[in-house]
C-alpha cells in the first residue's frame, strides 16, 4: 500500500476517534455513576423461595423478569402495567417486593400494602397502616405488621386490627426504632420471632439526653428543632429490650443487668421461641456478655459467653441458628484478632471454632436447609476484596466465588444454588450461578458503559505503614494524557475512620467517578488507607484507640513522602480533601502538619471529639475524664496557630451526625488566633449534601483546590 495513504488513513482514525471521544463532566461525575454509567446487572435479583426460581427487574424497571436454574433462559412474568392495572394502583418500579409464598409476592406504596398472585395474575389491597406510619416489619408468615407511630409501637394483626403495644405520652420514651444512633450493627427496632407468637423490641428512655437545637431556616421567623444528642461523657440513653405476646396481650422488659445505660444489642430469637439472646455491653465497651432471657417471663437464664478487650469489644451481628430444629447458634468474633465464626450451645458449650482465619469474615448470609453448610462473605487474604464462602459444622470451609473481586452473593433456599454478581479492577460487572459442585454458568457479562469517554487510569499499590511493617492499600488515579515527564499537583483524597475501606478491589476501585473528572483536569488523585480503616482485622484498627488521628495522620505523611518519590509529582502543590472523619483528618493533617498540604478542604469535620457522639466516641477515646490528654491531643481546636495553607471549612446547618458546633468551635478559634479561613454552609442539608445540591458541592470543594493549589 502506497505510504502516504496508509499515513493519511492512519491520521484520520486517530482524527475520528478522537472526534468520538466523550469528556466526563463534573455534573456526570456526582450524579450518574450509579445511573447512565451503572454496569449492567440483574437489579433487585431475588430467589423465588422454595424453588429454583429467580426474579430480577428489567427494561428500565418497568418489568419482573423469572428464569429458572435448569436453563437460566429468562421469561417475562409480570409488567409495572399490568401490576398497577391489578392493583389499581401507579407502582414506578419493582423495588421492596417481598414473598409470602412461591406463588404470591407483597408490594407497598404510600403505607398500602397489596398482595399479587401469580398464578390467577390478581391483586388486592390486604393492609392499610396509618399516614404517618415509620418502621413497618412483616413477621415471616407476612399476616401481621409491626410499625410506629411517633415514639410508640403498634401492631396491625392479621384481623386487620390495630393493637398498642406501647402507649408512652413520655415522647423521650422511644419503642420500635433503631437505637445507639445506628452503631453495634443496628438498624432496625423490632423483631418477630419465627412463628409470630411474639414480637421483641428496642425501646429507649432518653428523658435525660441533652437537646440539641437545629435551625429549620425554611419557617418565618426560623423555627427551633430539638433533637436529643448524647455527647460524650453526658447522659445517654437507657436502653430495655420488650417483648410483646401476641396471645396474652401482655409485655415483659429486659433492662441491662450492669448499668442502666449499658447497651443491648444483636438481639436474636432461638428456632423454639422460648428464648431470646442479646448482647449486653457495659458503656466503656470493654466488656460483653451475651446472654440468654427466657421469652415469656423476661427472667435472665444465663450468660453463655463474655469477652473483654482493653480497647474495646464491638459486637456487630446477633447469634445465628443454622438449623431450625435447634437451638445451638453461631457466634461472630474477633477475640483472635479477626471476625470469625464460633458454633455455641445455648448453655454456653464451644461446640466448635468454625473458622480460624487470618482475615475478616463479613457477614452469615443463611444456611442449607438441613442446617449443616453455613454462607458467609469474607476478605480472603486480599483485603480489597469481598468473597463469597461456605462452611459445615465441622470446620470444612470451602471458597464459592472463584474470580477476585466484590461479590455480592445470594444463596437459593434449598442451598443448592448461589448467585453471584462481582465486579474488580478489570471488570465492571458479571453475574454468574453456581450449583452445588460450584461449577458456575454466566447469566450476564456487562458492556464496558466508560467505552468512548475520556478517562484516565487506576493502579492499586501497597506502601508501608509509620511502623515500618505493616502494607497499606494506595490508589493513584492519573489523567488520560498522562506524561511522566512533567510534574503534576495531587489532591489526596482521606476518610482513614474505622469501619471504612476506600480502596477496593471493584470496578474503578472503590473511586468516586468525580476523581476521574478531576484528574482531566491534570491531576492526579491519591488515596491510602491507613492503619484504623476496615477490614484489616482487629490490630489494625484498634491502634487508634485513645488517640485519634495520631497514626493515621502518621500513615498519611507517609503517603505523602511516597507520593514525593515519583518524578511526576509537583511536591509543592499537594491539596487534602475528605469529609467526616475525613474532614477530621483534614483539619487535623492541616493544622498539625502544616507543611505537607498547600490545600485543604474539610466537609462535616469532627473538631473535638467531645462535642461527638457517646456510642462511637467513647469507645475510641473513652471520655474527657478518662483520657482528657487523649482529647487535648486530637483536639483541631488546639492547633488554629500552626495553620500555613489555605483552609476551606464546610457543614451541612441541619447535620444531626458531627453537629454544627464542631465547625462553628474551630471557625471562633481561628477568628481568636487571626487566622484568615473560608468556611460554606449548606442550608437545612444533613451530614451529607445529596441530590442535585451535591454538584455544588463539588464544583466548590474542586474549585477551591484548583484555585489555590498553584
Given at each position: ?373 453455613v454462607y458467609f462473605t469474607a476478605t480472603g487474604p486480599n483485603p480489597t476484596n469481598m468473597l463469597g464462602y461456605k462452611v459445615d459444622l465441622k470446620g470444612k470451609q470451602t471458597l464459592i466465588t472463584k474470580d477476585e473481586g466484590t461479590h455480592t452473593v445470594a444463596v437459593s433456599t434449598d442451598g443448592n444454588w448461589v448467585f453471584d454478581e462481582y465486579s474488580n479492577h478489570t471488570t ?84 468516586n467517578l468525580w476523581m476521574y473528572w478531576m484528574a482531566e483536569q491534570g491531576y492526579l488523585v491519591f488515596t491510602v488507607d491507613n492503619r484504623g480503616s476496615g477490614n484489616r482485622g482487629f490490630a489494625f484498627e484498634s491502634i487508634i484507640h485513645g488517640r485519634l488521628g495520631v497514626n493515621e495522620m502518621d500513615d498519611q505523611i507517609k503517603g505523602v513522602d511516597y507520593l514525593k518519590s515519583l518524578p511526576y509529582v509537583d511536591g509543592n502543590r499537594l491539596a487534602v ?134
Amino acid at each position: 500500500m502506497n505510504k502516504k495513504i496508509v499515513l493519511f488513513f492512519s491520521f484520520f482514525i486517530a482524527v475520528s476517534t478522537f472526534g468520538q471521544t466523550k469528556k466526563i463532566t463534573l455534573e456526570d461525575g456526582v450524579l450518574q455513576q450509579n445511573r447512565l454509567f451503572r454496569a449492567d446487572k440483574l437489579l433487585g435479583f431475588q430467589w423465588i423461595p422454595n424453588t429454583n426460581k429467580y426474579v430480577y427487574v428489567a427494561d428500565s424497571y418497568k418489568k419482573l423478569m423469572t428464569a429458572n436454574t435448569a436453563n437460566s433462559k429468562a421469561t417475562e412474568l409480570v409488567t409495572l402495567a399490568d401490576l398497577n392495572k391489578a392493583l389499581s394502583s401507579d407502582f414506578k418500579n419493582f423495588f421492596g417486593l417481598e414473598w409470602k409464598d412461591a406463588n404470591t409476592f407483597i408490594v407497598s406504596k404510600d403505607n398500602k400494602y397489596y398482595e399479587y398472585n401469580l398464578s390467577t395474575k390478581a391483586g388486592k389491597l390486604i393492609s392499610e397502616l396509618p399516614e404517618k406510619a415509620e418502621n413497618a416489619a412483616f413477621d415471616d408468615q407476612k399476616n401481621n405488621i409491626a410499625y410506629t407511630q411517633k415514639n410508640n409501637l403498634y401492631i396491625l394483626n392479621a384481623n386487620k386490627e390495630k393493637v398498642a403495644v406501647t402507649n408512652e405520652s413520655n415522647e423521650a420514651i422511644v419503642s420500635g426504632q433503631f437505637f445507639a444512633r445506628s452503631e453495634f450493627g443496628i438498624t432496625v427496632g423490632t423483631f418477630w420471632s419465627p412463628k409470630a407468637n411474639y414480637l421483641a423490641f428496642y425501646q429507649k428512655d432518653q428523658t435525660e439526653v441533652a437537646d440539641y437545637p437545629l435551625l429549620d431556616i425554611n419557617e418565618t421567623p426560623g423555627k427551633l428543632e430539638n433533637i436529643k444528642y448524647p455527647m460524650i461523657g453526658q447522659k445517654s440513653e437507657k436502653p430495655r429490650v420488650g417483648i410483646y405476646n401476641l396471645a396474652s396481650k401482655k409485655t415483659v422488659f429486659i433492662a441491662p443487668r450492669g448499668n442502666a445505660d449499658d447497651y443491648l444489642t444483636n438481639l436474636s430469637w432461638t428456632p423454639d421461641e422460648k428464648f431470646v439472646v442479646i448482647a449486653e455491653l457495659n458503656r466503656g465497651q470493654n466488656d460483653m456478655h451475651l446472654n440468654v432471657y427466657d421469652a415469656n417471663t423476661g427472667a435472665f437464664v444465663r450468660t453463655i459467653l463474655e469477652e473483654k478487650n482493653d480497647n474495646w469489644v464491638e459486637p456487630e451481628h446477633p447469634a445465628f441458628f443454622p438449623n431450625s430444629k435447634s437451638n445451638n447458634f453461631i457466634w461472630i468474633s474477633e477475640k483472635d484478632g479477626f471476625d470469625n465464626l464460633y458454633y455455641y450451645s445455648l448453655d454456653g458449650k464451644l461446640i466448635k471454632q468454625l473458622t480460624q482465619n487470618k482475615f475478616v469474615a463479613h457477614e452469615i448470609l443463611g444456611a442449607n436447609p438441613a442446617g449443616t453448610e453455613v454462607y458467609f462473605t469474607a476478605t480472603g487474604p486480599n483485603p480489597t476484596n469481598m468473597l463469597g464462602y461456605k462452611v459445615d459444622l465441622k470446620g470444612k470451609q470451602t471458597l464459592i466465588t472463584k474470580d477476585e473481586g466484590t461479590h455480592t452473593v445470594a444463596v437459593s433456599t434449598d442451598g443448592n444454588w448461589v448467585f453471584d454478581e462481582y465486579s474488580n479492577h478489570t471488570t465492571s460487572s458479571k453475574s454468574l450461578l453456581y450449583d452445588k459442585n460450584l461449577k458456575a454458568q454466566t447469566l450476564l457479562v456487562s458492556a464496558n458503559k466508560y467505552d468512548g469517554y475520556q478517562m484516565g487510569t487506576a493502579e492499586v499499590k501497597t506502601i508501608k505503614s509509620a511502623d515500618g511493617k505493616t502494607d497499606l492499600y494506595t490508589r493513584l488515579i492519573k489523567p488520560s494524557n498522562f506524561d511522566p515527564t512533567k510534574k503534576y499537583p495531587v489532591m489526596v483524597y482521606v476518610y482513614g475512620g474505622p469501619h471504612a475501606q476506600m480502596i477496593t478491589n471493584s470496578y474503578l476501585d472503590g473511586a468516586n467517578l468525580w476523581m476521574y473528572w478531576m484528574a482531566e483536569q491534570g491531576y492526579l488523585v491519591f488515596t491510602v488507607d491507613n492503619r484504623g480503616s476496615g477490614n484489616r482485622g482487629f490490630a489494625f484498627e484498634s491502634i487508634i484507640h485513645g488517640r485519634l488521628g495520631v497514626n493515621e495522620m502518621d500513615d498519611q505523611i507517609k503517603g505523602v513522602d511516597y507520593l514525593k518519590s515519583l518524578p511526576y509529582v509537583d511536591g509543592n502543590r499537594l491539596a487534602v480533601h475528605g469529609w467526616s472523619f475525613g474532614g477530621f483528618m483534614t483539619t487535623s493533617l492541616m493544622l498539625r502538619k502544616p507543611d505537607a498540604f498547600k490545600v485543604g478542604v474539610a466537609g462535616g469535620p469532627v473538631t473535638d471529639w467531645k462535642y461527638y457522639e457517646v456510642m462511637y466516641g467513647e469507645r475510641y477515646m473513652d471520655t474527657p475524664a478518662e483520657n482528657q490528654k487523649g482529647f487535648d491531643e486530637a483536639s483541631t481546636l488546639n492547633y488554629v496557630k500552626d495553620l500555613k495553607g489555605k483552609l476551606l471549612l464546610i457543614h451541612g446547618t441541619s447535620d444531626d451526625v458531627v453537629v454544627m458546633q464542631q465547625n462553628f468551635a474551630l471557625v471562633k478559634k481561628f477568628v481568636e488566633a487571626e487566622k484568615q479561613v473560608d468556611f460554606f454552609p449548606y442550608p437545612m442539608h444533613k451530614h451529607n449534601v445529596v441530590g442535585k445540591d451535591r454538584v455544588h458541592l463539588m464544583t466548590k470543594v474542586l474549585n477551591y483546590i484548583i484555585d489555590n493549589n498553584k
